[in-house]
């Protein structure tokens, strides 16, 4: 089967760091995606891991261990705006346009 | 601009009844796909479609139809048969994945469907 675990909520504090973790147990394994997500908006995509290792993009960066099926979500310099879910998802086999299967969404609360 | 359109975003239904809802892309991809989200649940696959004309079930699928006679359009129709339909409905699209392309889900606004 499938199964996707993030923690359901997390709260930090502006301008600290915060780390988001995900893990993975699926059939197949071609691509891990994270998406933001505002309240009552579409989710927007922020990173993608397919190999073991550190993707950054700005204030934002993501990890893979495909080994460990552990992946982990990173956000530095907290700003208010980074209030939001964030949606893990794998893409879990190699062929074709494979629809993504996605976590439950870790809503994340940023304090002043 | 690029980018996909579902309509309406605010629907409202009395039990009983079928609803279609839109979605239009204008960026060319091949693949298309309906997610349902319900709180604390994430989202959640009814169907895809990778080419016009064919299109697949996915996990709940039960009490939903689709059709996809163009590329750049998959309406969903929300039927009788579904048994618990109200929920944010997200309408999105894709490319192949290859060496160059993520083929990450470009999603729609949504649209919010209440059943009274």
């Known amino acids: 089967g499938q199964n996707i675990d993030q923690p359901t909520e997390m709260t930090a504090t502006e301008g600290a760091i915060v780390q988001i973790n995900c893990t993975y147990q699926?059939?197949?394994?071609?691509?891990l995606f994270w998406y933001q997500q505002h309240a009552g908006e579409a989710p927007t995509f922020l990173s993608y891991?397919?190999?073991?290792g550190l993707e950054e993009k700005g204030r934002f960066s993501s990890f893979l261990s495909r080994s460990k099926g552990y992946s982990y979500l990173l956000l530095k310099e907290l700003q208010m705006k980074d209030s939001a879910s964030y949606l893990c998802?794998?893409?879990?086999?190699?062929?074709?346009?494979?629809?993504?299967?996605f976590g439950k969404g870790t809503r994340l609360s940023v304090i002043a | 601009d690029g980018g996909i359109t579902q309509s309406p975003k605010y629907l409202f239904r009395k039990e009983g009844q079928n609803v279609t809802l839109s979605c239009e892309q204008n960026?060319?991809?091949?693949?298309m796909y309906w997610y349902r989200q319900d709180p604390g649940q994430g989202l959640r696959l009814i169907y895809y479609?990778?080419?016009?004309?064919?299109?697949q079930k996915g996990d709940i699928a039960e009490g939903y139809s689709v059709s996809r006679e163009k590329k750049e359009s998959f309406p969903l129709t929300v039927t009788s048969a579904q048994k618990n339909p109200t929920a944010f409905y997200l309408c999105?699209?894709?490319?192949?994945?290859?060496?160059?392309?993520?083929?990450?889900?470009?999603f729609g606004e949504g649209s919010r469907l209440t059943v009274l």
């Open positions: 998802a794998v893409r879990d086999r190699y062929s074709g346009n494979t629809p993504l299967v």
């Open positions: 999105a699209s894709s490319i192949l994945p290859d060496r160059v392309n993520t083929g990450e889900l470009f």
């Open positions: 960026l060319n991809h091949d693949a």
């Open positions: 699926t059939s197949g394994f071609n691509g």
């Open positions: 479609s990778q080419i016009v004309n064919d299109f």
């Open positions: 891991n397919v190999l073991d």
